[in-house]
C-alpha cells in the first residue's frame, strides 16, 4: 500500500454519489471516492484529474473520499431495477475504505431499493462486506486481473494487492454465494496469459469478462517505458497495434472465444479496435 502520509487525502461533500453513465449496458455509476491509490500505469481512469482539480497532480497520489456520498443515495436517485455500476473510475476497495467505510455505507443505503449492482474491485477488501452483498438480490462482483506475473503485475499495479490474493478472494464470494465475475483487464499483448488465468478461477466465476490494453496518449509513456524495461522484444507488436493493424487482436478475439465456447465458460469480449 502506498504511504498514506504521502498521498494528499481530501474529504468533501458531494451533491450526488450516483451520476449517468456512458458505459455500455449500464444506467448508473457510483464512484465513492475520486482518484486511486492502487495507480495502476495503464489506469483509463486519470483523465479524472482534469475535472477534479488534480490536473497538476499525478495519478494515484491523491484521493477524494465523497464523505457524505451514503446520504446523498436517495429514491430519487434509484430506480428500482436500474443498474447501478460502483467503481467505474476508482477502486472502491481501495486502502483508505478500510478507514472510511464510504463503499459500505453506500451499500447500507441501497439495500432497501434493491437496484441491480455490479462492484468492480481488484481488493480482497470487498469480503468485509459479505454481509451487505448476500442481502442484495440482483448483484455480482467482477475482480480484475489481467496480468498473473507476480513481479510484473507490481511494475503495472505497484499498489493494487497481489493477482494471487485477488483471485483468493474472487474464490471466497463464489463460495459464499455471490455471483462474480473474472475481468480480464487490461489484456497485455503477449504478457496476459487469460488460458491460465481462466483455469485459475473457471470454478468460482459466472462469466469471464474480456478487455484490451487501451493505448492513449496520457498511459502511452509509462507503457512504453514499462516495455523498454522489461519486454523490449514487444515494442514492436505494440507499435503494429498502435498504428490500428488489428489483426493481432481479431486473432486473439478468436483465440478467446474458441477457448471459452469450448470450455462452455460464458463470456464477454469489449476490445476497442
Ligand atoms: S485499480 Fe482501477 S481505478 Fe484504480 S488505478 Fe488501477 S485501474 Fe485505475
Same mark, same amino acid.
Given at each position: 500500500?502506498?504511504? &498514506? ?14 451520476? +449517468? ?7 448508473? %455509476?457510483?464512484? $465513492? ?8 500505469? /495503464? ?13 497538476? &497532480? ?20 434509484? #430506480? ?17 475504505? !478500510? ?12 439495500? =432497501? ?16 462486506? *459479505? ?6 438480490? @440482483? *448483484?455480482? %462482483? ?9 513481479? *510484473?503485475?507490481? =511494475?503495472?499495479? $505497484?499498489?493494487? $494487492?497481489? $493477482?494471487?490474493?485477488?483471485?483468493? !478472494?474472487?474464490? =471466497? ?5 455471490? =455471483?462474480?465475475?473474472?475481468? %480480464? ?9 487469460? @488460458? ?11 462469466? !469471464? ?6 493505448? #492513449? !496518449? ?24 498502435? #498504428? ?5 487482436? /481479431?486473432? *486473439? ?5 474458441? /477457448?471459452?465456447? #469450448?470450455? +462452455? ?9
Amino acid at each position: 500500500m502506498k504511504n &498514506e502520509s504521502i498521498m494528499k487525502i481530501k474529504e468533501k461533500r458531494v451533491k450526488s454519489v450516483i451520476t +449517468k453513465s456512458n458505459l455500455p449496458a449500464t444506467d448508473l %455509476v457510483l464512484n $465513492p471516492y475520486v482518484g486511486c491509490q492502487h495507480a495502476c500505469i /495503464y489506469c483509463y481512469a486519470d483523465f479524472m484529474r482534469r475535472f477534479s482539480g488534480h490536473e497538476e &497532480e499525478e495519478w494515484g497520489s491523491f484521493v477524494d473520499v465523497k464523505i457524505n456520498a451514503p446520504e446523498t443515495i436517495t429514491s430519487g436517485t434509484v #430506480k428500482k431495477d436500474c443498474l447501478i455500476a460502483i467503481g467505474s473510475v476508482t477502486d472502491p476497495y481501495q486502502p483508505l475504505e !478500510a478507514r472510511y467505510g464510504i463503499t459500505r455505507g453506500c451499500l447500507e443505503r441501497l439495500l =432497501k431499493f434493491q437496484p441491480r449492482l455490479e462492484i468492480l474491485t481488484k481488493s480482497p477488501l470487498v469480503l468485509r462486506d *459479505l454481509d451487505l452483498l448476500k442481502q442484495f438480490k @440482483k *448483484l455480482r %462482483v467482477g475482480i480484475s486481473v489481467g496480468i498473473l506475473d507476480e513481479n *510484473l503485475s507490481r =511494475k503495472l499495479e $505497484p499498489y493494487a $494487492p497481489s $493477482p494471487k490474493r485477488r483471485l483468493e !478472494a474472487l474464490k =471466497k464470494l463464489h463460495e459464499e454465494g455471490v =455471483k462474480t465475475y473474472l475481468f %480480464v483487464s487490461p489484456m497485455f499483448p503477449e504478457i496476459s496469459d487469460f @488460458k491460465e488465468l481462466l483455469k485459475l478461477s473457471t470454478d468460482y466465476i459466472d462469466e !469471464a469478462l474480456f478487455e484490451n490494453l487501451n493505448i #492513449k !496518449a496520457n498511459n502511452r509513456k509509462r507503457i512504453f517505458d514499462f516495455l523498454r524495461e522489461n519486454k523490449p522484444e514487444l515494442i514492436p507488436l505494440y507499435e503494429q497495434i498502435e #498504428k490500428k493493424d488489428n489483426s493481432y487482436l /481479431y486473432n *486473439l478475439e478468436q483465440e478467446i472465444s474458441e /477457448y471459452c465456447e #469450448k470450455a +462452455k465458460i460464458p463470456y464477454r469480449i469489449y476490445f476497442h479496435h
